[in-house]
């Protein structure tokens, strides 16, 4: 057997084995018309969608990844008394430097995201825990359960964290995160996204998001982001370039604003989402 025929061989071995798993092709369909009737919906006078559905069947997964039983109320104070505590002194500002966390260069497009956190009626929220992790330039998160055949940055781990400024504003340096798949359906990728996590006040409010990159061509395709049905929500996820926070030959620059209330707030995760 030659090196065309085994590799032929390895392949077909592959398709059969995912051969039981949807295609996006289906997957796909799925969607649009999920969105079709969402859409009509609005059209006859229905109210807008501005987070996601918590079921979502194209996202397989979802009806496992949220809460089945009613909240119980948890006292602040008491779980003040078991929580991490933060301040300035806590959160160094190199902790928003990704780039820097190991003795060489990570591997990748070297970037900055700078945006602000707010309220519903556009007031900074200054003084919020801001955290972030992704994954590295090659699609890969350091962590046990991420197998898949994309290289390890030795340089890269990929979290950081920082305190807003009063005015609510935030920024990062990190590595532009690579796209990578998953096993929602055969040939699942997800779009190269930064999570984000905000604790409020305190550690009982605790949210976490999601920020695109523009002009992916894997946002169609993927169910998670468009397990929000309303067009303008989706928006409301996608980074901005901004090339006054660009600097001159060393990062691009993009700006994303998260908004924690009102009618335009950011999309959050439901609490136990991952």
Request: proline share 7%; glycine share 6%; aromatic share 10%.
């Amino acid at each position: 057997m030659d090196e065309t025929e085994e590799n032929f061989d390895e392949s077909h071995v592959v398709h059969r084995l995912d051969a039981a798993a949807e295609t996006q092709e289906e997957l796909s369909a799925e969607i649009a018309a999920i969105h079709e009737a969402y859409n009509k919906g609005v059209a006859a006078g229905a109210a807008e969608e501005t987070q996601p559905r918590i079921d979502f069947s194209p996202y397989r997964s979802s009806i496992l990844r949220h809460p089945t039983k009613d909240p119980h109320h948890a006292d602040p104070e008491t779980i003040e008394l078991w929580s991490p505590a933060f301040g300035h002194r806590d959160v160094h500002a190199l902790e928003a430097d990704l780039t820097i966390q190991h003795n060489g260069e990570p591997l990748g497009e070297r970037m900055k995201v700078r945006g602000r956190v707010l309220d519903g009626d556009g007031r900074p929220v200054g003084g919020q825990l801001v955290e972030i992790w992704q994954a590295n330039s090659a699609g890969r998160y350091i962590h046990k359960r991420d197998q898949h055949p994309a290289p390890i940055d030795p340089n890269f781990t990929g979290v950081g964290r920082c305190i807003t400024a009063e005015d609510g504003s935030y920024e990062f340096l990190t590595i532009k995160p690579g796209p990578y798949p998953w096993k929602n359906h055969y040939n699942a990728w997800r779009p190269a996204h930064i999570h984000f996590s905000l604790f409020g006040t305190d550690f009982t409010q605790r949210m976490i998001t999601q920020m695109y990159f523009p002009g992916d061509p894997l946002f169609s395709l993927d169910p998670i982001y468009q397990s929000i049905t309303d067009q303008k929500a989706r928006d409301r996820l996608v980074a901005t370039y901004d090339h006054s926070v660009t600097s001159h030959e060393w990062a691009t620059g993009y700006n994303w604003d998260i908004v924690l209330t009102g009618s335009n707030r950011t999309w959050m995760e439901e609490e136990d989402a991952e």
